[in-house]
T-cell receptor, first 119, second 109 residues
Framework: EAGVAQSPRYKIIEKRQSVAFWCNPI?????LYWYQQILGQGPKLLIQ????????DSQLPKDRFSAERLKGVDSTLKIQPAKLEDSAVYLCASSLAPASFRGKYTEAFFGQGTRLTVV | GQNIDQPTEMTATEGAIVQINCTYQTSGFNGLFWYQQHAGEAPTFLSY????GLEEKGRFSSFLSRSKGYSYLLLKELQMKDSASYLCAVAQAGTALIFGKGTTLSVSS
């Protein structure tokens, strides 16, 4: 079974530039997440999709970040304009259903991530 | 609000046993997960607890006390390859995982 694919693996940009990340989830996975992981910290949820609808984007800085999941499959995350504090690894994860429901869990599978450096 | 606390770093030697603690405060609780993350790699699932008690899976065990908002991950017969970051994460109904900052475990020979 193919895993979650992300590209690019690494990206270096100057502040105020724009950048986009791409994620291809595991086939059949309805739930897709984008997480931001700053060095030395745990992943922080940016946005959760259920099929092509947004479930939770409360922690997405909407003045500069945007995400979409057209046709409920692939997803892109964009930052425009980037700031120095956006330097982090951006992880995409997918699962058949949301993480936990009625005492049953659904394992989330993570991609390798995109390491963004803003200089 | 949500708060998940775990120690920042721990060290241990090969063959030993180590316990990584996690305390949490969340509005709504639908299970606690532990993930392992090697440096530069993606997190991988280790365990899930939703009821009080101990879940054992090979060398790894995870415990949950919902009344105390407390969990631990127990690693036995430590190996060098267990050197990694261990992430405690809480699930709320129908939503994504909320992660703690992670505990970096260093195993030495």
């Amino acid at each position: 079974e193919a895993g979650v694919a992300q590209s690019p693996r690494y990206k270096i940009i100057e502040k105020r530039q724009s950048v986009a990340f791409w994620c291809n989830p595991i086939s059949g996975h309805a739930t897709l997440y984008w997480y931001q992981q700053i060095l030395g910290q745990g992943p922080k949820l940016l946005i959760q999709f259920q099929n092509n609808g947004v479930v939770d984007d409360s922690q997405l800085p909407k003045d500069r970040f945007s995400a979409e999941r057209l046709k409920g499959v692939d997803s892109t995350l964009k930052i425009q304009p980037a700031k120095l504090e956006d330097s982090a690894v951006y992880l995409c994860a997918s699962s058949l259903a949301p993480a936990s429901f009625r005492g049953k869990y659904t394992e989330a599978f993570f991609g390798q991530g995109t390491r963004l450096t803003v200089v | 609000g949500q708060n998940i606390d775990q120690p920042t770093e721990m060290t241990a030697t090969e063959g030993a046993i180590v316990q990584i603690n996690c305390t949490y405060q969340t509005s709504g609780f639908n299970g606690l997960f532990w993930y392992q993350q090697h440096a530069g790699e993606a997190p991988t699932f280790l365990s899930y607890n939703v009821l009080d008690g101990l879940e054992e899976k090979g060398r790894f065990s995870s415990f949950l006390s919902r009344s105390k908002g407390y969990s631990y991950l127990l690693l036995k017969e430590l190996q060098m390859k267990d050197s990694a970051s261990y992430l405690c994460a809480v699930a709320q109904a129908g939503t994504a995982l909320i992660f703690g900052k992670g505990t970096t475990l260093s195993v030495s020979s």
